[in-house]
């Protein structure tokens, strides 16, 4: 009787390992699941705030109407950034929002229905730490999704401090704003309407498109306060008015070079009038 009960028990563990193992054998040839699709980001704007260690970015991606309705429908769907985020960057832990990692880098993130509010947008915090001698430049934060989209980074800090990019040919200097050459009117009125944004003519609107970012190995800031401005207004004052003194020597200087060559002229001009009559009796003699 216990041989039977042996043998049956080793019937039944034969089975289920035998199950097990074609479960196995069909998993790894089972086909992989389809990647997911890229969104389409149609715009988005960075907001940042001041905190005691850093920035904390306010993150408004605006969805293009296909990935909205992809969402809708409940499939998934991926924003990748334009470079990733730096080793010390953190979002906030958000329903619908999961990070993608890839070399221990956060790439982008995978978007669910959850993450998706008033039918194209989502949002999320990013905190940036900053270390204490971010003034003399460092990265910006700022998740840019890729793509040719314009994208609005508000580089108004508050209490006059705001962010300074220098990005050479990619960026232009405008009145209140900074933008890729060529950008039109019409696309940045798009892209203030579908975030929200009101812009101010401070200078601190700051429009890129994410295949700049990436072709620029990610953007360059520094924290640029009024009393580094008025440093800066100063020594180009001094070096106006240095420039004023210098010509107003030189204007005096020819002007007494002029004057000289004058009271020369008007003396030897006296000498030759006085010789003049002279000169004359001589000729009659």
Do not use: N
């Amino acid at each position: 009787m216990d041989r039977i009960l042996v043998r049956s028990a080793a019937v039944r563990v034969f089975f289920v390992v035998l199950i097990a193992l074609l479960a196995v054998a069909a998993g790894a040839h089972a086909d992989p699941p389809p990647p997911l699709r890229e969104t389409v980001v149609s715009t988005a704007l960075f907001t940042p705030t001041r905190v005691a260690d850093g920035l904390e970015w306010h993150v408004r991606w605006v969805l293009s109407p296909e990935a909205a309705q992809d969402l809708a429908d409940g499939s998934s769907r991926v924003v990748r950034f334009a470079v990733p985020l730096g080793p010390a960057e953190t979002f906030e832990s958000t329903w619908g929002i999961t990070p993608v990692v890839e070399g221990g880098k956060v790439v982008g993130v995978v978007l669910d229905r959850a993450g998706v509010v008033d039918g194209r947008v989502v949002t999320t915090t990013l905190h940036q730490p900053i270390p204490s001698d971010h003034a003399r430049g460092g990265p910006l934060g700022a998740p840019v999704a890729v793509g040719s989209a314009l994208q609005i980074i508000d580089g108004d800090l508050g209490a006059g401090t705001r962010l300074e990019l220098d990005a050479g040919r990619v960026l232009e200097k405008r009145v209140g704003y900074m933008a890729p050459p060529g950008a039109s009117h019409a696309a940045r009125e798009e892209a203030r309407r579908l975030t929200g944004y009101e812009g101010r003519l401070s200078g601190a609107a700051i429009y890129v498109r994410g295949d700049d970012v990436k072709t620029l190995g990610g953007l360059v800031a520094t924290l640029e306060t009024p009393r580094a401005r008025g440093r800066g207004g100063v020594v180009g004052l001094a070096f106006v008015f240095g420039a004023i003194v210098l010509a107003l020597v030189a204007a005096v200087r020819r002007l007494r070079h002029d004057a000289s060559v004058e009271r020369a002229d008007a003396v030897l001009a006296a000498e030759l009038d006085a010789l003049g009559p002279m000169v004359g009796r001589g000729r009659r003699r």
